[in-house]
């Protein structure tokens, strides 16, 4: 081999997989790599085990925003915040065990802002 290749981190068969479902949210998470890459790696770890669990940073949104329309088929849309105090967001739903980013915010969207 000449150059050396990157190791993907492996899931174990009960882990979700990550999947973006828009060009938006590859594009947010790879801004929030850049500046919040510890707790992002946290959320990934988070996401892949249990995204479906309601926590202070993890929770499903309400209103018209709590859900997600696909190909036809409705989805709860969760949100997820990277850290307790930041103003990060990612959007997602769940469908088998893929958890679909919808959309990552670097900065807390207007959408949600009481």
Known sequence: MAKSEKVERPTKK???QLRFASVQAKRGWTDLKATIRNSLVDS?????RTPQVTTPTNYRLRGDLGSVSRGGVTHDRWQHKPTLKGD?????YVVDQVVYLEQVHTSHPNETKS
């Open 14 to 16: 009960s882990e979700y």
């Open 44 to 48: 990934w770890d988070f996401l892949t």
């Open 88 to 92: 990060a967001r990612i959007w997602f």
